[in-house]
């Protein structure tokens, strides 16, 4: 059985930082396309990373939302199914539920939360101006 368990959220002041992670189990996942996703209250969930391999290429690709680029870094550990999005700089606007993901979107559906299979239940990040 396929599961994404995430942690990390918590309380953060703005302008700190915070690490999120994501556990996979059931299956190996370097195949996969992993990411994450959010939810603010009252908003609909939007993307925030993703990361992908491209073709034949060995390496991966990776992908933010305008919103995130250049403040959050998404990486993975294959060797330990676990994927992780280090965060710095936060503002009270990245205040939602941080959900992981993995599936494998074309590369036009990176970005789309329909191009994933599988769900974390989500951690909560707040941060407080």
């Known amino acids: 059985q396929v599961q994404l368990v995430e942690s990390g959220g918590q309380l953060v002041q703005a302008g700190g930082s915070l690490r999120l992670s994501c556990a996979a189990s059931g299956r190996t996942f370097s195949g996969d396309a992993m990411g994450w996703f959010r939810q603010a209250p009252g908003k609909e969930r939007e993307f925030v990373a993703a990361?992908?391999?491209?073709?034949?290429?060995?390496?991966?690709?990776?992908y933010y939302a305008d919103s995130v680029r250049g403040r959050f870094t998404i990486s993975r550990d294959n060797a330990n199914n676990m994927v992780y999005l280090q965060t710095m700089s936060l503002n009270p606007a990245d205040t939602a539920v941080y959900y992981c993901?993995?599936?494998?979107?074309?590369?036009?559906?990176?970005?789309?939360?329909?191009?994933?299979?599988?769900w974390g239940q989500g951690t909560q990040v707040t941060v407080s101006s």
């Open positions: 993901v993995a599936g494998s979107p074309p590369i036009w559906m990176v970005t789309s939360s329909t191009g994933y299979d599988y």
């Open positions: 990361s992908r391999r491209n073709g034949g290429n060995p390496n991966y690709s990776t």
